[in-house]
């Protein structure tokens, strides 16, 4: 029995969802094993996140200044966590199966001879764990042999902790050193939207092939979008096209999403894109191809010519402001 560490991620001073949803996992994962939960906050301005991560409900958060750890770079990001979860006496370290979170947790479970699961959407009540398979269409369930063990969590499987907590927060003291050949954080691109973050975004709407072109996608698109104050998505096609930036791209192989409300836009369905978003709440479908994929996970389907369908839904949804 041992207690269980959770990487924080954070940017910019702010604690994404899937943060919380890594606690709230964890907190499963504690009440199984024993422990605690203790969320790790790294980098030159943990003490300052600290204190949001805290609302989050942990056992405890601790925080690890140093300035090596900004960018969550994956050799000295890995050795650090690898001595903080020693110090805390943890047993499990749970990641957010993001981008960050699935680069670090092999590199863990490797520097600490633990075993691993990963994308996981459930925590059985005897401790073992289920994960996709095959785009989702086989769920394994799997069981961690040794006493160290690494998860790393669906951000659409599990609810976020709410944020009503008041953890203590305390320094831990650890040595960062990166090892000898160092990774050298050299720039990050980021793009700048004032639309909802597509992974936290209540209401998504994604475009495919069908729309032809880029053109099309602030045209006809954008307008429903921003009129539902949605994220924007799209399916691997029109990203492999040219038609919008791959970080838009929802699928097995970009991102996935679950909202509320998801709307599919000239989107066949293909398997790899139903992977990324077939656990939405409520899916529409608009498609001129009434055989298409996307009809067999939709809740609503709409047999239509998108350039008619969407400026016309999109004239609706304003009219209702």
Known sequence: MGNVLIYGEHAHGA???ATAVAVSAAKQAAAKEGGDTILAVLGSDAGAVAAEAAKLGASKVVTVEDAALDHALADVTTQTLAEVANAVGASMVVFAATAKG???APRLAAAMDAAIASDITQINDDGSFVRPMYAGNVFATVELQG???ILSVRTTAFEPA???GASPVEAVSVSVTAPANKMEFVSIEETKSDRPVLTEADRVVSGGRGLKNAENFTTVLEPLVDSLGAAMGASRAAVDA?????????GQTGKVVAPALYIAVGISGA???LAGMKDSKVIVAINK???APIFSVSDYGLVA???EAVPALTEKVKSLD
Not at 242 to 250: A, I, S
Request: proline share 10%; net charge negative; aromatic share 6%.
């Open 15 to 17: 604690v994404p969802k």
């Open 102 to 104: 699935k680069d670090l």
């Open 147 to 149: 006493d160290k063990k």
């Open 162 to 164: 709410p944020e009503d």
């Open 242 to 250: 040219g038609y919008v930036p791959n970080d838009l791209q929802v």
């Open 271 to 273: 398997i790899q894109h």
């Open 289 to 291: 191809d009434e055989e």
């Open 305 to 307: 010519d998108l350039f």
